[in-house]
């Protein structure tokens, strides 16, 4: 059974940084594309960032682009996400999810998280003062 283990969320204020990290066990890690969503009350299910199999292609949500950077240790089976001159706007649930690699590109992958078939837990950022 995939599993993913998510840490690295918590109370940050406007301007400073978080990494996350999902940590994953149970299928072959370095065989799926993986991506950090997110979702807040009142607002819609967006793709955050998400990379593919091979390392070779990255996506990042035009309101995170610049600020979020996005990478994985496949010896490790763990994505991260350095999120950097977080605002208020950020504040949300994160979640990693794995695909297996297929046709689509990475950015209709990311732009259709439907696709996604294993989730985390998810971990609670809030940027506020």
């Known amino acids: 059974q995939l599993q993913f283990v998510e840490s690295g969320g918590g109370l940050v204020q406007p301007g400073g940084s978080l990494r996350l990290s999902c940590a994953a066990s149970?299928?072959?890690?370095?065989?799926?594309?993986i991506g950090w969503f997110r979702q807040a009350p009142g607002k819609e299910h967006e793709g955050v960032s998400c990379?593919?199999?091979?390392?070779?292609?990255?996506y990042y949500s035009d309101s995170v682009k610049g600020r979020f950077t996005i990478s994985r240790d496949n010896a490790k089976n763990t994505v991260y996400l350095q999120m950097n001159s977080l605002k208020p706007d950020d504040t949300a649930v994160y979640y990693c999810?794995?695909?297996?690699?297929?046709?689509?590109?990475?950015?209709?992958?990311?732009?259709?998280?439907?696709?996604?078939?294993?989730w985390g837990q998810g971990t609670q950022i809030t940027v506020s003062s």
């Open positions: 999810a794995a695909e297996p690699a297929g046709i689509s590109t990475l950015q209709a992958l990311c732009t259709h998280s439907w696709i996604f078939s294993s």
């Open positions: 149970g299928f072959n890690f370095d065989l799926y594309s």
């Open positions: 990379i593919s199999s091979n390392e070779g292609s990255t």
